[in-house]
């Protein structure tokens, strides 16, 4: 056998014997994250004990009651604000459109319970709302008027709709612009107005990615802790930090964990569940954007009022009320202690980013290199924390750490007669991993996405040239993944620092981030001191609503082009 063909058996061989660890290393990323998921699901076969019986006989069924009501008040408000003012945008020139078509994903960048806080001190009775009132109407007392509570399920349903609409929003707007052009214009042709355009052909089309949309936002509503909370609606949420915190049940805590999952996992099959029922199909150029309505007038007018209703309720009255009173209160919101609270949201939120995208590079690429149907299963289960509530997966991931930290005090007891106390619980080590089964999906989706644009015959070429599966990572895939690493980064970023009920519960001892800082002073009512760190989290948030603009307008050139 020549040198040559010796050299070329060895790099062959360098290159697939590393393909098995690769197999390994995505599904032991799977079976690690899976395992708080695994011990809520498993607290629902051990034996009820007496408080689950007390809870499910008083206070279950009043947190089913509420979670229904917030999904039905949530859902239908998502549904028609994010699906009329998508097809305003996109189907109907006005004046300010354009602008409007970026501007109306901005309330994604403030939390709802910012918004409850910040609506709470507007509206309430000593608020300057209800004080313009009684000095315009001469009123005295409450008796003298009725005014709306804020802090009731309704409340919390405006609150949830607000921030949670743009979800609908997006995913809206994309089918709409992806629907055919010869189908809108043949409903045209035959007759149909706008209205009924819409009606009988546009919105049939989007009904999957409407479906979609709707679920996010309904997963998001039962995840909610922090609006929920202050409005003193009780859900599951609150009662699982109750139970946990409150009563000292961590068994009860885990079992209302686990049917919270059951409500979310029956979203998740009934929008599955919808989107098979019913399927169209595209014919035609979608590459070409349909021809705009021209509006005018009296039409225009409300065209530019529906769309600026939510974009200002959502995002402009929220941010300009909460600076305003950073501004006004600057010697008592801008502390050493909230740079201290902003320091460790921001060393969170750094590590578990960078952590996030090198994880969701090693399952993506694991795939890449095993594109079977085992090797899929693995990355789905990775993936499949983003639709678990934060509360949910904060019960999942104390329970076991603190086994495995009693089990090791117990062995090294009995054999080097040393304690070691809790190694893990109540550590950063325990609230990154948190945040990490709670977020990787949004870095995979986001890595596999670019992984997915890299011809596999950079590979081959790689391969070729004596490359084994890390150094083609490194060498050839990594550089042409900058963007999208780093949009997954910021992603992952930006939803670490608003994450509230799991860093509220496996946080440590005296490590408060700038999500916790502003909860716990809004309990205390002193929501002017909070006022400095909940703009800095909705300014933190901006960045992924700045991300999607831009994938928006370059979407509109790839279709102009």
Not at 112 to 139: C, H, K, N
Not at 255 to 275: K, P, T, V
Not at 397 to 411: F, K, S
Request: overall charge positive; proline content about 5%; hydrophobic content about 55%.
């Amino acid at each position: 056998m020549s040198l040559l063909s010796r050299r070329a058996e060895r790099r062959a061989v360098a290159f697939r014997l590393p393909l098995g660890g690769w197999t390994l290393l995505v599904w032991a990323i799977a079976c690690l994250i899976s395992v708080p998921v695994i011990f809520v699901v498993g607290s629902i076969f051990t034996p009820a004990a007496d408080v689950w019986s007390h809870l499910a006989s008083t206070v279950l069924p009043r947190y089913v009651m509420n979670s229904f009501w917030l999904m039905l008040g949530v859902g239908s408000g998502v549904l028609l604000i994010g699906v009329g003012t998508a097809w305003l945008v996109t189907m109907c020139h006005f004046p300010g459109s354009r602008w409007l078509e970026w501007a109306l994903l901005l309330p994604l960048a403030a939390p709802a319970y910012i918004l409850a806080y910040t609506y709470t001190e507007l509206l309430e009775f000593y608020g300057p709302v209800q004080r313009s009132l009684r000095s315009l109407f001469g009123w005295q007392t409450v008796n003298d008027y009725w005014f709306p509570d804020i802090r009731s399920v309704w409340g919390a349903i405006a609150m949830l709709t607000l921030v949670l609409y743009p979800y609908v929003y997006l995913l809206a707007r994309t089918a709409f612009l992806e629907q055919s052009v010869c189908t809108l214009e043949a409903s045209r042709s035959l007759g149909c107005n706008p209205w009924r355009s819409f009606l009988k052909v546009a919105l049939p089309l989007a009904r999957p990615a409407i479906a979609a949309g709707v679920a996010l936002a309904l997963m998001e509503t039962l995840s909610d802790f922090g609006t929920v909370q202050f409005f003193a609606v009780d859900t599951f949420t609150t009662g699982i930090y109750r139970t946990w915190f409150g009563m000292g049940e961590r068994q009860a805590a885990s079992q209302l964990a686990a049917c919270l999952m059951l409500f979310i996992l029956g979203l998740i099959l009934l929008e599955r569940w919808s989107r098979r029922q019913v399927r169209y199909y595209q014919s035609g150029s979608v590459r070409q954007l349909p021809n705009r309505y021209i509006l005018r007038g009296i039409r225009a007018a409300i065209a530019q009022i529906a769309c600026l209703v939510p974009l200002c309720l959502g995002f402009v009255v929220p941010t300009a009320l909460l600076l305003h009173m950073t501004i006004k209160n600057a010697d008592v919101t801008i502390t050493d202690r909230f740079w201290q609270f902003a320091s460790n949201s921001f060393t969170l939120a750094g590590l578990t980013a960078v952590l996030g995208v090198a994880i969701a590079l090693i399952v993506a690429y694991g795939v890449r290199l095993r594109p079977t149907p085992a090797m899929s299963l693995a990355a789905r289960i990775a993936a499949m924390g983003y639709a678990i509530p934060g509360s949910v997966i904060a019960v999942g991931v104390l329970v076991p750490i603190g086994r495995l930290d009693n089990a090791l005090d117990a062995w090294m007891r009995s054999t080097f007669n040393i304690s070691t106390g809790l190694l893990l619980s109540g550590t950063i080590i325990a609230l990154v991993f948190a945040y990490l089964v709670r977020f990787l999906a949004i870095s995979l989706g986001t890595v596999e996405a670019s992984l997915g644009r890299i011809k596999p015959n950079l590979d081959d070429a790689a391969r070729s040239l004596g490359h084994n599966p890390t150094s083609t990572l490194l060498r050839v895939h990594a550089p042409l993944l900058g963007s999208g690493l780093l949009t997954a980064a910021i992603l992952v970023f930006v939803d670490v620092m608003k994450e509230l009920p799991a860093t509220l519960i496996v946080r440590p001892f005296n490590f408060d981030t700038l999500a916790v800082q502003v909860y716990r002073l809004a309990a205390d009512e002193r929501l002017a001191e909070a006022s400095a760190p909940a703009l800095a989290i909705i300014l933190v948030g901006v960045l992924p609503v700045i991300l999607l603009s831009h994938q928006i307008n370059r979407s509109r050139g790839d279709r102009l082009s």
